[in-house]
């Protein structure tokens, strides 16, 4: 709000969020500049499931372990700053009764970008380590053959 002359009287306006925007706008890298990424990988029940996690596990801390260094303070002064309890960045295995397969779920940090690269250098580890390990990735896939 101007006065007379054109000064300045004080006053602040203040709109809201609501009055401007539709929805809900994120910054996901605003407060902690990385991501949480995670790989899917369903496996028979009858596999090695034990092997099938070392497997993955390796497979994320190769592709992440610079990215998870980095992320360590990030995730303190996070956690400071919001009296949060964000979890440290170390890769994870999580797993997942289904009824046709055993889904083992890979969680891991990366880095804003480059997340492309990481999960596709991360796909084909996993994908040559189960082949050579003997284990198959589950598939609703059918084939019929004459």
């Not at 440290?88 to 779920?105: G, H, K």
Request: glycine share 4%; with cysteine.
């Amino acid at each position: 709000m101007w006065v007379r002359a054109r000064q300045f009287s004080g006053r602040v306006v203040t709109v809201t969020n609501d009055k401007v925007f539709n929805e809900a706008v994120y910054n996901l890298t605003h407060e902690f500049p990385f991501l949480w990424e995670e790989i899917h990988v369903p496996i028979p029940y009858k596999a090695d499931h034990g092997r099938a996690e070392h497997i993955l596990l390796d497979a994320a801390i190769e592709a992440t372990r610079d990215t998870c260094d980095a992320a360590r303070p990030a995730i303190r002064a996070f956690n400071e700053k919001y009296r949060a309890v964000m979890e440290q960045p170390d890769p994870r295995v999580y797993w997942r009764l289904t009824d046709n397969w055993l889904e083992l779920t890979v969680r891991f940090v990366v880095p804003e970008r480059g997340v492309r690269d990481i999960k596709d250098r991360m796909s084909r580890h996993i994908v040559r380590e189960f082949a050579d390990a003997g284990i198959e990735i589950a598939s609703t896939t059918v084939e019929v053959t004459g």
